[in-house]
C-alpha cells in the first residue's frame, strides 16, 4: 500500500542544470499538489492538477514546470535551477469531491550550488 | 491575496503543559485542516472543519473553527513528548481546490 511515492529522495545540482521529480499515487485521486517548504515559510503551493488533463498555478509558480502525465503521475521540472530553489519538495494526492484531505509523499530533499 | 496566519511559529512546553496554535484568515474559508509534521518526516493528515462554530476533539487535541469561519485553534491538553512536531492549518477558499497552509507552529516538549 504505497500511497504517494516521490522520487528521487535526495539530488545535488548545480545552477542551471535541469531535472524532472517524479510523484506517482495509488490511490487514484483525481487532484494532485506541489509544495515547497522552506524554514519558516511552511508550504507553498507551486502548482496544482485538480484532475487529468488540467494544471493550475500555485502561489509560486515561477521557474517550475509541471506534467500531470496521466491520472496517477504528475511530475514537476526545473528547467534552470538556481540556489534559491534549494528546498523541500512535496507532492500530494486528494479527492476533492467531498473535502478529502491530502496524502503527502516523503519528499524530494533538492540542493542546488 | 489569500492568506493563512499561523501563531506562534514556535512554542516550547513542559511536558503535562497545555498547548494552543491559533489560524486567521483575512478571507472567510469554506473549509480548514490541520496536518502535524514530525521532525524529518511529511505532513499526516489529523482533522477537516467544515462548519461555522465546529468543535472536534481527538483525544487530548481540541479542534476550533470560528463562527465567522476566518479563524481556527488547535489547543493539546497535557502535552507528551510525542507530540512533538510542527502543526499545519491549511485553509480552502471558495471556489477553488487548492489548499493554503499557515506557516505552522514548531512545537517542543520538554520532558
Known amino acids: 500500500n504505497a500511497g504517494v511515492t516521490q522520487t528521487p529522495k535526495f539530488q545535488v545540482l548545480k545552477t542551471g542544470q535541469s531535472m524532472t521529480l517524479q510523484c506517482a499515487q495509488d490511490?487514484?485521486?483525481?487532484?494532485m499538489y506541489w509544495y515547497r517548504q522552506d524554514p519558516g515559510m511552511g508550504l507553498r503551493l507551486i502548482y496544482y492538477?485538480?484532475?487529468?488533463?488540467?494544471?493550475d498555478k500555485g502561489e509560486v509558480p515561477n521557474g517550475y514546470n509541471v506534467s500531470r502525465l496521466n491520472k496517477r503521475e504528475f511530475s514537476l521540472r526545473l528547467e534552470s535551477a538556481a540556489p534559491s530553489q534549494t528546498s523541500v519538495y512535496f507532492c500530494?494526492?486528494?479527492?476533492?469531491?467531498?473535502?478529502?484531505?491530502?496524502?503527502f509523499g516523503d519528499g524530494t530533499r533538492l540542493s542546488i550550488l | 491575496g489569500q492568506q493563512v496566519m499561523q501563531i506562534p511559529q514556535y512554542q516550547h512546553v513542559q511536558e503535562g503543559e497545555d498547548f494552543t496554535t491559533y489560524c486567521n484568515s483575512s478571507?472567510?474559508?469554506?473549509?480548514i485542516q490541520w496536518y502535524k509534521q514530525r521532525p524529518g518526516g511529511h505532513p499526516v493528515f489529523l482533522i477537516q472543519?467544515?462548519?461555522?462554530?465546529e468543535v472536534k476533539k481527538q483525544k487530548r487535541l481540541t479542534f476550533q473553527f470560528g463562527e465567522a469561519k476566518k479563524n481556527s485553534s488547535l489547543h493539546i491538553t497535557a502535552t507528551q513528548t510525542t507530540d512533538v512536531g510542527t502543526y499545519f492549518c491549511?485553509?480552502?477558499?471558495?471556489?477553488?481546490?487548492?489548499?493554503?497552509f499557515g506557516t505552522g507552529t514548531r512545537l517542543k516538549v520538554l520532558a
Open positions: 500530494a494526492s486528494s479527492d476533492p469531491g467531498a473535502n478529502q484531505p491530502q496524502h
Open positions: 490511490m487514484n485521486h483525481n487532484s
Open positions: 492538477s485538480a484532475s487529468e488533463g488540467t494544471t
Open positions: 478571507t472567510t474559508l469554506s473549509n
Open positions: 472543519l467544515v462548519k461555522s462554530g
Open positions: 491549511a485553509g480552502k477558499f471558495s471556489g477553488t481546490y487548492k489548499y493554503i
